[in-house]
């Protein structure tokens, strides 16, 4: 599968988002079965409501808008600290 975009794993910045409301759920650590399974790190889920994919939808004007936004979504960061748009995955 490779790393073309040099993407740093243990600095993703996209939550996880689901439609239930679950408190236990907002913060968690992930990855912690071992080398397999990459670094543990802090992560956590947001309600669909409250993700900026669907601020996005409300705040757009047309496609155009729609798609330039969400282009511009910061989802990562590289290894040498450089941010992973949406539009470049």
Do not use: H, Q
Request: aromatic share 6%; net charge negative.
């Amino acid at each position: 599968w490779g790393n073309a975009l040099d993407i740093d794993i243990r600095r993703v910045a996209w939550r996880r988002v689901m439609d239930m409301n679950d408190r236990a759920l907002r913060s968690i650590v992930c990855s912690l079965g071992g080398v397999a399974n990459g670094f543990p790190r802090e992560a956590g889920f947001d309600i669909t409501v409250a993700s900026e994919v669907m601020a996005i939808l409300c705040l757009a004007n047309d496609l155009d808008d729609l798609e330039k936004r969400l282009g511009d979504i910061i989802v990562a960061y590289r290894r040498d600290r450089t941010p992973v748009y949406c539009r470049d995955i």
